[in-house]
Structure formats: structure tokens, C-alpha cells
């Protein structure tokens, strides 16, 4: 909400977060008795709740319990107390009570709980910040893993949870401002973000002044305003640290990758602009020489498949720069894929999906496509092959027939919720190997697990315990909290036809 205020001598629009009241019902709100807020100090208690049970019989009765109830969501500061106004939003009033303006009145109603839930949201979210900030101080396991904790916890990926205590840790200590308009709800978890994202290469005094700079602005501005506001005031408090900056945010270069639906994905570059350019400029060179006269593809088409052709070549050739590849799980570098027998068939589609390793799945046809591409290798799922699966106590190292059935059986680390590639994996015997000793767990498909480094590391010095089970593996973590990685389904029947699930139950439904 805009009010008019004065600013460095002038008048200026600014921006408040908390709407202006509307006008009170002066008869209800006669106030009863007052109570003392822990975070707030002393605060009015209104009889609002004996009108909650009371159904509105006359028209000026509804304006009114409207009136208050937007009057207590307005003012009311972000907490529990607000997300109870919330919880007892009147009902829509009766049409026989004929209210003026009827649909107005009840959208104003609607726009006003939605900002007050965004308010709400921002509040809780604060609150978690604050959480994970004492958890990442006082956690009793290995900080490296605490990542992983977090990820199991939230069902999130580790790169998330890592993000996100990296913010928490920031926002407790480099940008207390920032903190406290999140957790007063002032300003929302991106906007938030956006001011950690933005300082994360100045010093400590340089982001306090850039975020006292921006926060008036923040709450009504958009996100690419945001961003904007936050670069030209990191650029007005620190004309001269440019460089650092930048020679900071370039040993952060790296490539992501996204799966998406219909068999697709993205690749996201992040590296300088010299190097960006130099990769756009080679690709559209390279792009427009192959092009053919009765070429369809578009440039952008052309690019891609100038940039893949040139990745498949140093694969299928297993060298780069005269330098062998280094191999994985004893074998060249590939791309991985495993599908049931039936999706190599042509036919008619039958819901049958083949898997590309830490990708996700791929159609039928994408996977015949793979399949007779002799750059890939192909593995085809067939339990009745016969392959030795279990090499007893004697050998450490498992055969290759055994590595390739326990890679293409898990497809990625065990880790729940973690995507590296098994080939890309070190094999880990579950119940330990110990050479001479008839105990210990053997080299068998049952006992071996492909593992990341990271998450090998995590069982082997971090504290997590691992485990088969009947049905996959069970991790266990330092806080001794065990979640469940089922076996990889490579393949799956069609789920049968279910009801749908019947709607939810209101728990608390409006009393009116
Ligand atoms: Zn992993």
C-alpha cells in the first residue's frame, strides 16, 4: 500500500506494508481486557470472539463482522494470532441478505487474506531460518552432513537444503535487517533471498548498507526490480570492489542440468560473459556449417545439435586432447540407459518407459533411438541372463558382470533423494568387506550399493548407517532418524485405474 510521506525534504509515494484499517465498527470494538503479547507488548483483545458464533441476521450485521475481520487481519502483526483471525474468516454473506456491493465487498475479502497469508507465509518461513540457523550451530554430527540431514528430513535435494542453511546462517549474521522484515513478514522468502544472493561477495559492513539501502523499496517492487535496486546499490556502496567480485562469482562457474517432461531437459551454463560468448559464437559457426540447403532446423536447432555432436564424438572416441578418458566402473564413459525387453520392440505404446541414469525416464521411441546409436551402451534388463551375482568372501574388487548387473539395478547413488549416476558411484560393500575372516558381508549383488563419494563418505566416518531391507535400503542418520530408498522400479505396469481420493475436510470450518 502507497501513503504519502515525506523524504529527504520531499514528498514521495512509499510504500507500507501493513494496509490502512478499515474504518472500525466502533460497538464491537469496545475493547475487554488487555493482554500482554510476548513479542508485541501490551495488546488490545476485542470480543471478536463472541461474534464468531454468531450468524449475521441482518445486512449491517455482515458489513460489520466483515469490517472487523478485515480491521484484525490488516493490523494484526505476522504470528499465531493472525494465522487465528485467518483460520475464522466469516463466510460469504447469505445473497437473501442483499448486502450493497455484495461482490466487491466479499473480493476485497478474498485480496485482503491473501495478503495477509502472504505476511503469514513470509513469518514462517522466517521462523524456519531461525531453526535452521541453532540447528547449524549445535548439530551433533559432522557439519559436512548436515546438508544430508536436512535434505532426508524435507525430502528436498541436498543442493537445496545446502542453499538454504547457507541463507539461514547468512541472514543471522550478514543481514539482520533482512531477517527481521522476513520474519515480520514485511518482505517475502525470494525478495529475501534476492538481498543474500546479491551481497554474497561484498564485505560485511558493504551488505548491512546495501540492505538498509533497498528494504524500503523491496515490498513493492518485483522481483527483476529487485535485483536491479540490489546491483546498483552493491555498485554505490562498493565502486571498488568490482573485480573481487567478479573474480569471485567466476570461481563459482559451473554447468546444471534440469529434467523436464516429454523426454527433455536443460543445460544451464554459468560462467563469464567472454565464455559465454565464445560458446554461442562457436556453436552458431559450427551450427550454420552444417547446415544443408533443405535444412528444417532452426538455428537454435542447429546450435544444439553442433554442441551434441561434438560431446558424442569425444565419447565415441574416448579421448580428448590425445589424453585417454578416464574410465568408470572400468569402462569408458557412456550414457546409460535401461529399459525392459518389450520397449526395444516396435509397436503400439504400451506405457513401457526405459530410464536414463540419473536422469529420469524416456519414451519407448527415445530409447530405440539410444539403442541404435552405437556411441551408447546399451543395457537390457533380463532377469533370466544367468550372470554370476555372488563372488563370495575371496574377491574385493566385484567383476565387471556384477558391477554392470548392481549399476543397472540401483541406476543411481542409494542415497535417497540423491541423482549421481551409478557409473559415476563407487561400489560400497553394505555390511563391510573383511579380507580372511569368515565373517563380513561378501561381494555379492546383495551386498554391494553403488554410493556417491559424498554419501559414501557419509557411511563411512559420517555416522549413517545403511542397511538392505526387503524392499531397498534404509539409511539411518546421525540424529538416528531412518529413512526408506526403495529398490529402483526399472520398469513398471501401468497403475491401475483408482477413484479419485475424496476431497478434504475442512478441520476448523468457519463458524458462521
Ligand atoms: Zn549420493
Not at 447469505?94 to 466479499?106: G, H, M, S, V
Not at 535452521?132 to 528436498?156: C, D, K, M, Q
Not at 570492489?241 to 516429454?262: K, W
Request: aromatic share 4%; charged share 25%.
Amino acid at each position: 500500500m502507497f501513503v504519502s510521506e515525506r523524504r529527504n525534504g520531499d514528498r514521495a509515494l512509499v510504500w507500507r506494508s501493513t494496509p490502512p484499517a478499515p474504518p472500525l465498527p466502533g460497538e464491537l470494538w469496545t475493547p475487554d481486557r488487555t493482554v500482554r503479547h510476548p513479542s508485541d507488548g501490551p495488546r488490545r483483545a476485542s470480543k471478536y470472539a463472541v461474534h464468531q458464533g454468531l450468524a449475521p441476521r441482518t445486512a449491517d450485521d455482515a458489513v460489520r463482522h466483515l469490517a472487523e475481520y478485515r480491521h484484525r487481519i490488516a493490523t494484526t502483526a505476522a504470528g499465531g494470532a493472525l494465522a487465528q483471525f485467518l483460520q475464522h474468516r466469516p463466510a460469504r454473506p447469505d445473497q437473501e441478505l442483499a448486502l450493497p456491493d455484495q461482490d466487491r465487498l466479499w473480493a476485497n475479502v478474498l485480496v485482503d487474506s491473501i495478503q495477509a497469508r502472504e505476511r503469514l507465509i513470509a513469518h514462517l518461513q522466517g521462523g524456519q531460518v531461525a531453526d535452521l540457523a541453532e540447528l547449524s550451530r549445535n548439530y551433533p554430527g559432522l557439519r559436512e552432513f548436515l546438508s544430508t540431514e536436512i535434505a532426508l528430513a524435507l525430502g528436498v535435494a541436498e543442493s537445496t537444503a545446502t542453499r538454504r542453511l547457507d541463507e539461514a546462517e547468512a541472514f543471522t549474521t550478514r543481514l539482520p535487517a533482512t531477517f527481521a522484515a522476513l520474519h515480520a513478514g514485511d518482505i517475502s522468502d525470494r525478495k529475501a533471498r534476492a538481498v543474500h544472493q546479491g551481497t554474497g561477495d561484498v564485505t560485511p559492513d558493504v551488505a548491512r548498507q546495501v540492505e538498509r539501502d533497498v528494504l524500503p523499496e523491496l515490498p513493492h517492487s518485483t522481483m527483476p526490480q529487485v535485483h536491479e535496486l540490489i546491483a546498483a546499490a552493491v555498485i554505490r556502496r562498493d565502486p571498488l570492489g568490482a573485480d573481487d567480485r567478479h573474480d569471485r562469482a567466476r570461481g563459482r562457474r559451473s554447468i546444471t542440468r534440469h529434467h523436464l517432461t516429454d523426454g527433455m531437459g536443460t543445460l544451464k551454463v554459468f560462467s563469464t560473459l567472454q565464455d559465454i560468448a565464445t560458446i554461442h559464437t562457436a556453436l552458431t559457426a559450427m551450427g550454420e556449417a552444417s547446415a544443408t540447403p533443405d535444412d528444417e532446423r532452426t538455428a537454435d536447432n542447429r546450435r544444439v545439435d553442433a554442441l551434441v555432436d561434438v560431446c558424442a564424438d569425444v565419447l565415441d572416441h574416448g579421448r580428448w586432447r590425445e589424453q585417454p578418458l578416464p574410465t568408470q566402473q572400468r569402462r569408458r564413459p557412456h550414457v546409460h540407459v535401461t529399459m525392459p525387453l518389450t520397449a526395444l520392440l516396435p509397436g503400439p505404446p504400451t506405457g513401457d518407459m526405459a530410464t536414463l541414469a540419473g536422469y529420469g525416464p524416456i519414451t519407448p521411441v527415445q530409447a530405440r533411438q539410444i539403442a541404435a546409436d552405437a556411441t551408447l551402451r546399451r543395457l537390457v534388463c533380463d532377469p533370466l541372463s544367468g550372470t554370476l551375482l555372488d563372488h563370495g568372501r575371496t574377491t574385493y574388487e566385484p567383476p565387471v558382470a556384477l558391477a554392470d548387473h548392481v549399476l543397472a539395478r540401483d541406476l543411481t547413488c542409494v542415497m535417497p533423494g540423491c541423482r549421481q549416476s551409478a557409473w559415476r558411484c563407487e561400489l560400497d560393500h553394505t555390511e563391510p568387506f573383511r579380507p580372511g575372516r569368515v565373517t563380513g558381508g561378501s561381494t555379492s549383488a546383495a551386498n554391494l550399493a553403488p554410493a556417491c563419494k559424498h554419501h559414501h563418505r557419509a557411511k563411512d566416518g559420517g555416522g549413517f548407517r545403511l542397511v538392505r531391507t526387503a524392499t531397498g535400503y534404509a539409511w539411518t542418520t546421525p540424529l538416528e532418524r531412518t529413512y526408506e530408498r526403495p529398490n529402483t522400479r526399472l520398469w513398471a505396469p501401468a497403475p491401475e485405474d483408482r477413484p479419485p481420493p475424496p476431497p478434504p475436510e475442512d478441520p476448523d470450518p468457519p463458524p458462521f
